[in-house]
């Protein structure tokens, strides 16, 4: 099975090529260029590297988000587009859910937190559980699950310290909102606050790839028209929108008295 699997949520692409659970390329972004800019060429150049074309691929996988609105609008039209043209199923994924899945197995919670602006950030809990067939329940192992321990949402950062306070556990934190928020973590949560490694920053494609296919297999894949992005909340475009919209509904209502 191939797999093409792409990540856009933030200011990094990702983009990665995977064949029966291996790695055939993955390829990571960081510049100055918008993803209009890059991500046509990178993943023109994926393909050409790997002697792979987009019609060998069996399923498309892409993050739906929460993240940068342009950003996540241009990977999902992008994956809609590929497959949607070749009739190939897909599966949309959440940026959280890969950021913690691509921490290794471990007895921390996992705590992803994605830049949401405003001292806000978007966050979930997520911790690994024995599989039942584990051989030794005392510590994680490769039979690990990923389980959800609170859903996604856009929160402040104190709020957040609030609640990962009386989880009385050591939290790893990932995602691009820990260098942003580090001080305040560390010192509202103190010794149960752990940094995530550089490579845990952002979504990476070989994960969102390794879920695709664990996705596809437990049949959770879907037509390219189904996605949908995960906002959470209004663009600043649309807030400034509403706010210009009730504006004018003011200015009309003084001026019907």
């Known amino acids: 099975m191939k797999i093409f699997a792409l990540d856009t949520s933030s200011k990094v692409a990702s983009i990665g090529i995977s064949e029966d659970g291996k790695v055939l390329l993955e390829n990571t972004l960081n510049d100055k260029k918008t993803h209009s800019e890059n991500l046509m060429p990178?993943?023109?150049?994926?393909?050409?590297?790997?002697?792979?074309?987009?019609?060998?691929?069996?399923?498309?996988?892409?993050?739906?988000?929460?993240?940068?609105?342009?950003?996540?609008?241009?990977?999902?039209?992008?994956?809609?587009?590929?497959?949607?043209?070749?009739?190939?199923?897909?599966?949309?994924?959440?940026?959280?859910?890969v950021l913690a899945a691509g921490v290794p197995p471990t007895d921390r919670i996992i705590c992803p937190i994605l830049d949401a602006q405003r001292n806000q950030v978007y966050a979930g809990f997520y911790q690994y559980q024995q599989s039942p067939d584990s051989i030794d329940h005392d510590r994680p192992s490769k039979e690990a699950v990923l389980t959800v321990l609170r859903e996604t949402e856009v929160i402040k950062i104190q709020d957040l310290i609030e609640i990962g306070a009386r989880l009385n556990r050591k939290i790893l934190f990932v995602g691009d909102g820990v260098n942003l928020h580090e001080e305040a973590l560390s010192e509202g949560l103190g010794e149960a606050f752990e940094k995530g490694f550089f490579a845990h920053r952002i979504p990476r494609a070989s994960v969102v790839g390794e879920l695709t296919e664990k996705k596809f297999l437990e049949g959770k894949s879907y037509g390219a028209e189904q996605l949908k992005p995960i906002y959470l909340r209004k663009s600043q475009a649309e807030v400034q929108f509403d706010q210009h919209q009730k504006s004018l509904e003011k200015e009309g209502s003084k001026d019907g008295r």
Request: charged share 15%.
């Open 42 to 97: 990178m993943i023109e150049g994926a393909f050409n590297s790997v002697n792979v074309t987009p019609g060998d691929i069996d399923v498309f996988g892409v993050t739906l988000g929460p993240g940068a609105f342009t950003g996540l609008r241009i990977g999902i039209s992008t994956i809609k587009g590929m497959a949607e043209s070749l009739g190939k199923p897909v599966v949309g994924l959440s940026a959280l859910e």
